[in-house]
C-alpha cells in the first residue's frame, strides 16, 4: 500500500508540478547557469547507496573542492537558492527518486555517507526502510541551516547534538511502524510548516 501510495502521489506530483519545474529550471539556468540539477550520493534502505536529485541552489565548488554538506556553510548559497531552500522548492526533484523507487513520500531523510557512517547501529534500525522526503525530523529541524550557521562549531553542534535528536525521531517512526494514516499526517504537517503554519 505504501509503495502505491508513493507512486501514485510522485505521480501526480510531477505531472501537476510540471510547470514549476521547467519555470524553476528555466530561472536556475538564466541566473545561475548549468547544472540546473544537483545530484548527492546519499545512504539508503539497507544501507545501499542511491543518487538523490534536487534543483541546484549552490554555485559549483571550486576544482579540488568535495563540494559536499558542511554543516551551517551556505557561503556558495545562490540568492535564487536561499528562496529554493525557504520553500522547500529545491527537494521536489526527490518525486523522481520516489518513482525509482529509492525513497518513499514519507520517511528517514537519507544522510551523505559521512554522517550515515556515525553512530552506525542507530543507522541499521533507520536503514529498515526506504528514506523518504519528509518525516519529523525534517519538521522539528526545519530551519536547520540557521540553527547551524549560528553556532560556533556547526559540525560539532550537528554531530552532538542535532544527528542524535534526528536518529531518535527516525528510530521512533521505524519501530512505530510507517502506516498511511500516519504517513498523510506527517505531509500535512510539512505543508503547514512551509507555509509557517
Same mark, same amino acid.
Given at each position: 500500500?505504501? *509503495? ?34 544537483? *545530484? +548527492?550520493?546519499?545512504?539508503?534502505? @539497507?544501507? %545501499? ?9 549552490? =554555485?559549483? @565548488? ?7 554538506? /558542511?554543516?551551517?556553510?551556505? %557561503? ?5 537558492? %536561499?528562496?529554493? *531552500? ?6 521536489? &526533484? +526527490? ?12 520517511? &528517514?531523510?537519507?544522510?551523505? &555517507?559521512?554522517? !550515515?557512517?556515525?553512530?552506525? +547501529? %542507530? ?9 523518504? =522526503?519528509?518525516?519529523? !525530523?525534517? =519538521?522539528? #529541524?526545519?530551519? /536547520? /541551516?540557521?540553527?547551524? @550557521?549560528?553556532? @560556533? ?7 552532538? /547534538?542535532?544527528? &542524535?535528536?534526528?536518529?531518535?525521531? #527516525?528510530?521512533? #517512526? ?12 506527517? =505531509? ?10
Amino acid at each position: 500500500m505504501k *509503495r502505491a501510495f508513493d507512486l501514485g502521489a510522485s505521480g501526480l506530483g510531477l505531472l501537476f508540478l510540471s510547470p514549476v519545474f521547467l519555470l524553476v529550471a528555466v530561472l536556475i539556468f538564466l541566473s545561475d547557469g548549468r547544472p540546473v540539477f544537483f *545530484r +548527492q550520493t546519499r545512504v539508503g534502505r @539497507a544501507g %545501499r547507496p542511491f543518487s538523490l536529485i534536487k534543483f541546484r541552489t549552490m =554555485i559549483p @565548488a571550486p576544482a579540488g573542492e568535495g563540494g559536499g554538506f /558542511e554543516p551551517g556553510d551556505s %557561503r556558495r548559497v545562490t540568492s535564487f537558492g %536561499r528562496f529554493l *531552500r525557504r520553500t522547500k522548492i529545491d527537494e521536489w &526533484p +526527490q518525486l523522481f527518486n520516489v518513482m525509482k523507487g529509492d525513497m518513499s513520500i514519507v520517511g &528517514p531523510r537519507p544522510e551523505v &555517507p559521512k554522517w !550515515a557512517a556515525v553512530y552506525p +547501529q %542507530r543507522w541499521a534500525v533507520v536503514h529498515r526502510v526506504k528514506p523518504g =522526503i519528509t518525516d519529523p !525530523a525534517s =519538521i522539528v #529541524y526545519r530551519n /536547520e /541551516e540557521e540553527l547551524l @550557521a549560528s553556532a @560556533a562549531d556547526p559540525e560539532a553542534v550537528y554531530r552532538n /547534538e542535532i544527528l &542524535p535528536r534526528k536518529l531518535d525521531l #527516525y528510530e521512533r #517512526y521505524v519501530e512505530n511502524g510507517p502506516g498511511l494514516r500516519h504517513d498523510l499526517g506527517l =505531509i500535512l504537517k510539512t505543508i503547514a510548516a512551509v507555509l509557517g503554519f
